[in-house]
């Protein structure tokens, strides 16, 4: 991998933001891109990363500071992200899940739920994960059939959930589960704590990449939770999920271009050092016109999230838009990405270079927090309204 860090040209609104920027760059380069390849071969889960991320206040950027929040608006969260995610994905994916993990509590929790548990969610040390997803329900969330029954003053929670990232590992877990009728009015949230009696992890998955990063099935063998930790109204909970993924695909695509940005680097780069017929291989037009494609993808992208993330920071909709850039930003990092192994040519396919080992994590990146077929739907529906079927 090459010692140069990204150095994008940012828009960032304050100078507390460039500074914040700057500070997650030299974390990037010193404590987290150096041994990000061998970790990942190895499967290593960076535990300490997220320690000291959580020391440094990088894991509450977007929530308030009476909690322990960093007061960031999304456009610079998402960019610190983007940072952190062109250094490793299994960091910057992590940090964006923990933030999705905090989401139900920050928006829709009480003041005395927010008092007791946001402090140490935000800033001291916890690591979360959000579930949702279960064996048979995916893409139709709706349908989700682990259930919370309630017992005088607690839940009873019952089910497997599927997909976790941070599952088996975290310290809390936004849990959404079904109170009532079938469909998405018959569903409530729970704050979950890790170490809960009768929740239980099972085997972390063998994936293609983000081999560091632990995704696993979760058991609710009979949770108790007490009602103090339902997270909103019961019957709330759907609307709270879709509320948590919008704000997490802006994630995903900020990790998205940090990825693509990553690729892009280590082949021009290359291309610059590698001599064929006499000359650096960046001469030739047919590479330099993939170079200036990868570029203009990536910066299109950029410009996408940063978008969206302005009109969430001025509390307009941006549904349609998160839905856009999460859609973009992934099929252009899985595009850059194999592009950057293509111009390594047969280094590029082996472990030796980072490239390849960025384009099998670019590709999970188009179906997490929502396939991109997912996307596609939602950003239709707000065009022509639902199907009429």
């Known amino acids: 991998m090459t010692d140069r860090a990204p150095q994008v040209d940012r828009s960032l609104p304050t100078e507390e933001s460039r500074d914040l920027l700057a500070l997650v760059r030299e974390i990037a380069q010193r404590e987290i891109r150096p041994g990000a390849a061998e970790e990942e071969d190895a499967g290593r889960f960076p535990r300490e990363v997220f320690g000291l991320l959580s020391e440094s206040g990088l894991l509450g950027l977007p929530y308030a500071g009476e909690f322990g929040g960093g007061d960031q608006p999304y456009e610079v969260y998402l960019q610190v992200l983007e940072e952190l995610a062109a250094a490793r994905l299994t960091v910057g994916l992590g940090v964006s899940v923990h933030s999705l993990a905090c989401h139900g509590l920050a928006g829709y929790g009480t003041k005395e739920q927010q008092s007791a548990h946001l402090p140490a969610m935000l800033g001291g040390g916890l690591l979360g994960a959000y579930c949702l997803s279960e064996p048979g329900a995916g893409s139709d969330a709706a349908s989700l059939t682990t259930r919370a029954v309630r017992d005088g003053d607690e839940w009873i929670i019952t089910g497997t959930k599927a997909w976790i990232t941070h599952g088996g590992v975290a310290d809390f877990y936004t849990v959404l589960a079904r109170t009532g009728v079938d469909g998405p009015k018959g569903i409530t949230a729970f704050l979950v704590p890790g170490d809960a009696a009768g929740l239980t992890a099972a085997v972390p998955e063998k994936k293609m990449g983000m081999k560091g990063s632990p995704t696993a099935q979760l058991h609710f063998d009979g949770v108790r939770v007490p009602d103090t930790r339902r997270i909103g109204e019961e019957g709330q909970g759907f609307t709270i999920a879709l509320a948590a ?19 892009l680097d280590e082949a021009v780069v290359y291309a610059l050092d590698r001599k064929q017929f006499g000359h650096p291989i960046a001469d030739f037009q047919g590479l330099r016109f ?13 410009a996408l999230y940063l978008a969206a993330a302005r009109l969430r920071d001025a509390g307009k909709p941006f549904s349609r838009q998160a839905a856009m850039a999460k859609l973009f930003c992934t099929d252009a990092a899985m595009a850059v990405t194999t592009d950057a192994v293509q111009v390594l040519g047969g280094y590029g396919y082996t472990a030796d270079f980072p490239v390849e080992r960025l384009m099998r994590e670019a590709k999970v990146l188009q179906i997490v927090e929502g396939t991109n077929q997912i996307q596609r739907m939602v950003i239709a529906r707000h065009l022509a309204g639902p199907e009429s079927r």
């Open 245 to 263: 993924l919008d704000a997490g695909r802006l994630g995903i695509a900020a990790c998205a271009i940090g990825v693509a940005q990553a690729a």
């Open 290 to 302: 993939m170079l200036a494609d990868m570029a203009t993808k990536i910066e299109a992208g950029r």
